[in-house]
């Protein structure tokens, strides 16, 4: 009863491809987030949810574009992959809409790799 | 802006010898402060947040509003505290979690 999940783990690409990273929470959470963290560890906001409607979009390049198709479900998908994207992608979510104050549930991680 | 710095990258504690992770924020609003961990092959997870006054697997972390610092303290370490401690600061009412750079505890044995 895995509270978040994301597929896949492990994602290998080459550079110029456009892939999906799929999450989703059985919290019954009303946000969700999407964090990068790069290869010295620093970890980074990218965008939340809150019941599918955006709230932090953090400067993100547009090739990257969160999807949300219901509350449970926050999808990052990432035209023309670059080598600078290469780092692990983290999902999380947290019950109310204002993570300021609020426990934030990671899910494993999926490791992007870009050749 | 806020912003959170953990200044060390890594520490190595004897084990039995006490622990303590810096932290220190810059946020103009009410803070929230929090400790969350990632242990090997696991994944983050919280540990304590001041708002609590907990003490979590015998560690604890006192918010000084004066000195703009949350840093995690445990008097006597343990080999399984070896892990990767991340201080993130929010605010009521404030959508966003800032996350430090994170520090690798290594416990020796």
């Known amino acids: 009863d895995t509270a978040v999940s994301q597929t896949p783990k492990y994602l290998v690409t080459q550079m110029g491809n456009d892939k999906s990273i799929k999450c989703e929470q059985n919290l019954g959470h009303d946000t969700m987030y999407w964090y990068k963290q790069d290869s010295k560890k620093f970890l980074k906001i990218m965008f939340s949810y809150n019941n599918k409607e955006l709230i932090i979009n953090e400067t993100v390049p547009n090739r990257f574009s969160p999807k949300s198709p219901d509350k449970a479900h926050l999808n990052l998908h990432i035209n023309s992959l670059e080598l600078g994207d290469s780092a692990v992608y983290f999902c999380?979510?947290?019950?109310?809409?204002?993570?300021?104050?609020?426990?934030?549930?990671f899910g494993p991680g999926t490791r992007l790799t870009v050749l | 802006a806020q912003r959170v710095t953990q200044p060390e990258k890594l520490l190595s504690v004897f084990k039995g010898a006490p622990v303590e992770l810096k932290c220190n924020y810059s946020y103009s609003g009410s803070p929230e402060l929090f400790w969350y961990v990632q242990y090997s092959r696991q994944r983050l997870q919280l540990l304590l947040r001041h708002i609590s006054r907990e003490s979590i697997k015998g560690f604890t972390a006192d918010l000084n509003k004066g000195e703009t610092s949350f840093h995690l303290k445990k008097p006597f370490a343990q080999e399984e505290d070896s892990a990767m401690y991340y201080c993130?600061?929010?605010?009521?009412?404030?959508?966003?979690?800032?996350f430090g750079t994170g520090t690798r505890l290594t416990i020796i044995p």
């Open positions: 999380a979510s947290s019950q109310r809409g204002l993570a300021g104050d609020d426990e934030q549930f």
């Open positions: 993130a600061l929010g605010g009521f009412g404030n959508e966003k979690l800032t």
